[in-house]
């Protein structure tokens, strides 16, 4: 039987006893797309190396999905995890006493990278794979990607549906294409699609039905908003799309990593 910390609610409702998840950093755990040279020359052409973070920790506790916001309470509460923080920027937004957690339940089911067919069947993109151009009042390198990320009223906005937008696999290639402070856009689309497919197939996993032999996502992914006493403080006091912060929960391995980048000018060498 597994040994299961709990809290008595003084309350006496349903959740008179409420299980307290532990954490202890998993060091042996390595991302590929923080470490090998092609990706980490990218990400500081983008202006995100060194303000893109991945850590991966190990609970104890049995997961569930009602359990999203006790978990991500207890995670951004543990004294492991707060130490283990303290070596990366998401550190610098968390020096007082979290009160609470704000948990958003991100769709994760895609096991392919289809969800991208689209842009290159509307004109976004060309066979060739470099990304039109398109007019723009302040912008003059705006292209129709970008256009179509971002701005509702573009004709091409709608190529993805709601449900696409929605899915962890396209918030990552969003987030990639519109990088930091000093991003330096790409001509191709290409290598934002290969970084977003090599995080993706790292961050989550997967496992095959028993039963109708297909693959199929079993992470679940939060993003997540922190507070203190101030307000929000993770990750980052105001509201920014590139201000991210996700926890993605394998609950059969029970680990837990937390990817989180913090906006601003990357670092630009080695």
Sequence with gaps: MDSVATQFNMSGDKNDFEQIFTFRPNPSRKFSFLEDKETVTLLMKWSMHGRLSSQTFIFDQ??????????????????????????????????????????????????????????????????????????????????????????????????????????????????????????????????????????YKELISVQKDPENKKIGVVSTVLKVHVYDESGQCHPGERENEQMFSYLIVDPFKRLVTLLSHSHGVGTMSL
């Design 62 to 199: 049995k997961f569930h999905l009602y359990d999203c916001d006790r978990f991500a309470l207890c995670f951004f509460t543990d004294s492991s995890v707060l130490s283990s923080l303290k070596t990366t920027i998401a550190w610098e937004s968390l020096s007082k006493p979290v009160t609470s957690v704000n948990v958003e339940i991100v769709p994760c089911t895609r096991v392919s990278m289809d969800l991208f067919d689209p842009i290159y069947t509307c004109g976004i993109v060309a066979p060739s794979g470099h990304i039109a151009r398109c007019f723009h009042d302040y912008y003059p390198d705006y292209d129709k990607l970008r256009e179509m990320l971002q701005d509702e009223d573009s004709e091409n906005y709608h190529v993805l549906g709601s449900a696409e937008r929605g899915e962890f696999l396209f918030r990552l290639f969003k987030h990639l294409c519109f990088g930091g402070t000093l991003n330096q856009y790409e001509e191709t689309v290409e290598p934002y699609i290969s970084v977003t497919k090599k995080m």
